[in-house]
């Protein structure tokens, strides 16, 4: 089955600075790669997602990146800000198991 | 637009203890129904999957066990609890696209507390 590699485990930044957190898969049929943002408590909820037909996706501070190639994607957040704060997910999925297989999480921490 | 809803938000139960938490989706028709557990904060545990009426998948094996009784109602349940299940729990759905992937959508989840 699919694997979902995931890193750091954790990430400290500066507000104003950039965050990235990449994912590593192995199943090279994958073919839609979502990123959930979890705050203390709550449930994940989706910030971006990108499909295999795509190369980068951009959503105003926040960009994913994908290389099928190397099997790799990354999420990137500028101009980061304390209510980024949170845990992030990446996830992989090919579809026609109707299955989403999930990285371990980062938790990053902006600080003031 | 499409809601999730899942009861209880919280639950405190004896070890040995039945289970059960409820999930339903508005707003949709023939879901993909998922239920998670997340332990120690941490990750997502895909539990069992559902992709119609009275069809279930279990992806991992415990005590744990899911149905499916009408179209957006998704159920978790457990004969008696063991500590380690406690947890959080979440169902999630996604649109039931053929051989396609859509995005899952939470729940508020339910914090489970074996004692």
């Known amino acids: 089955g699919e694997n979902v590699e995931q890193h750091p485990s954790t990430l400290s930044v500066q507000e104003g600075d950039s965050a990235v957190i990449k994912c590593t898969y192995s199943?090279?049929?994958?073919?839609?790669f979502p990123w959930y943002k979890q705050e203390l408590g709550k449930r994940p909820q989706l910030i971006i997602d990108?499909?295999?037909?795509?190369g980068e996706k951009k959503d105003q501070r926040i960009a994913v990146t994908l290389n099928k190639t190397a099997k790799h994607f990354s999420l990137h957040i500028t101009e980061t800000q304390p209510e980024d704060s949170a845990v992030y997910f990446c996830?992989?999925?090919?579809?026609?198991?109707?299955?989403?297989?999930f990285g371990k999480g980062t938790l990053l921490t902006v600080n003031p | 637009s499409q809601t999730i809803h899942q009861w209880p938000a919280t639950l405190v139960q004896p070890v040995g203890s039945p289970l059960s938490l409820e999930c339903t989706v508005e707003?949709?028709?023939?879901?993909?129904l998922y239920w998670y557990r997340q332990a120690a904060g941490r990750g997502l545990q895909l539990l069992f999957y559902?992709?119609?009426?009275?069809?279930i998948s279990s992806e991992v094996p415990q005590n744990l066990s899911a149905s499916r009784p009408q179209d957006r109602q998704f159920i978790l349940s457990s004969k008696k609890l063991l500590l380690s299940d406690s947890g959080f729990y979440l169902c999630?759905?996604?649109?039931?696209?053929?051989?396609?992937?859509?995005?899952?959508?939470f729940g508020n989840g339910t914090r489970l507390t074996v004692t």
């Open positions: 559902s992709v119609g009426i009275g069809q």
């Open positions: 996830a992989a999925s090919r579809g026609s198991n109707y299955k989403l297989t």
């Open positions: 707003g949709t028709s023939n879901p993909n």
């Open positions: 999630a759905w996604s649109v039931g696209l053929d051989r396609a992937s859509s995005p899952l959508h």
């Open positions: 990108i499909r295999s037909n795509v």
């Open positions: 199943d090279s049929a994958s073919n839609y």
